[in-house]
């Protein structure tokens, strides 16, 4: 409990210091392309018609698809704006999680000739991908609104669960950027295993038509949660998904809870000889 009390004031102290470092960096890493920082939005567009093409339209025959709507009695969901939705949870964990767990080895020498805490490290690469997450959130909005789902009072629940998936990101990533630092290994099997996390979360499928018990192994993945919430707050046909679904929001953070005290107690026990893995 000490190590997950200093680590989150180390982030407190150094916010403007993550915040001004992520923007450099976001810049910097589009410096070269002539559209500059619009990549970071128009690549995940592309990903997203690709991903509609294969799954919502190909899949289908051509026919187009609609997903069953989880309430009872309620019409069905147009697959696109269903889509769109869950893969904006993918679409900031996935490069936050890779590029964070690798955030700390990848800059030792840099980190070896400067005085501040490697654990905002992982919060700086997440920072850098949670700017053009926040964009991609209003697009979507304004998709909603154009595919007949307007903003209702559920959007209010949608910080929450913004709030909720860096939490879980930063936690996933605290831990295994220490990892990585020790053990080399850990950041290809990280690569291979997240590319199949797609596939294991309900973003490309419908998940309340399979039976519970493999429905309840399949929420065991905390994304799953995100997931879920996002298109309550977005699509507005499920409520209030954090209360009607309070055991699940409390498994959540127990998750997330737990993933952020081991991963700090690691990182507050091995940085000190981080550098020694040079």
Do not use: C
Not at 43 to 69: C, D, H, M, T
Not at 188 to 201: P, S
């Amino acid at each position: 409990m000490k190590s997950a009390i200093t680590v989150l004031k180390e982030q407190f102290k150094h916010f403007n210091l993550i915040r001004r470092i992520s923007l450099y960096e976001l810049r910097n890493n589009n410096s070269a392309n002539y559209l500059g920082l619009a990549w970071e939005v128009i690549s995940p567009v592309i990903q997203i018609a690709i991903y509609w093409l294969v799954f919502g339209y190909l899949i289908s025959g051509g026919e187009g698809r609609s997903i069953p709507n989880p309430t009872p009695g309620e019409p069905d969901l147009q697959f696109f704006p269903w889509l769109v939705a869950g893969l904006l949870v993918w679409m900031f964990f996935q490069p936050a999680a890779t590029q964070g767990a690798k955030s700390i080895f990848s800059r030792l020498r840099l980190l070896s000739k400067m005085n501040f805490p490697m654990s905002v490290i992982p919060n700086i690469t997440i920072f850098s991908k949670f700017y053009p997450h926040l964009i991609l959130v209003v697009l979507a909005i304004i998709l909603m609104q154009l595919t007949g789902y307007t903003v209702s009072i559920y959007i209010l629940q949608l910080p929450y669960f913004m709030f909720g998936l860096f939490a879980f990101t930063y936690a996933f990533a605290l831990l295994m950027s220490t990892l990585t630092t020790l053990i080399r290994d850990i950041q290809l099997l990280l690569q291979a295993t997240i590319r199949m996390g797609i596939y294991l979360t309900p973003i490309l499928w419908v998940s309340h038509k399979l039976p519970e018990v493999i429905q309840t192994v399949m929420k065991l993945n905390p994304l799953y949660y995100l997931v879920d919430g996002y298109r309550s707050a977005l699509m507005g046909q499920t409520g209030w998904y954090f209360i009607t679904s309070w055991e699940y929001s409390i498994y959540f953070w127990v998750v997330t809870a737990a993933l952020f005290m081991i991963g700090a107690a690691l990182h507050m026990r091995f940085r000190r000889h981080f550098i020694d893995f040079l």
